[in-house]
C-alpha cells in the first residue's frame, strides 16, 4: 500500500515538474516574438 503511495507521489511531482517546464517554455516563446516584433517595428521606421 505505501509503495503505491510513493508511486503516485512521484508521479505527480515529475507531471507537476514537466508541466511547469513547458508553461516556462511557452512563456519564453512569447516573449521572444513579441521582441522580435518590437524589432521589426523599430526596423521599418528607417
Do not use: H, P, R
Not at 13 to 27: D, E, H, R, S, W
Amino acid at each position: 500500500m505505501k509503495k503505491n503511495i510513493l508511486k503516485a507521489t512521484l508521479v505527480a511531482v515529475f507531471t507537476l515538474i514537466a508541466g511547469m517546464n513547458v508553461y516556462n517554455a511557452q512563456k519564453s516563446d512569447v516573449m521572444s516574438e513579441l521582441a522580435l516584433a518590437n524589432v521589426e517595428a523599430l526596423a521599418q521606421s528607417e
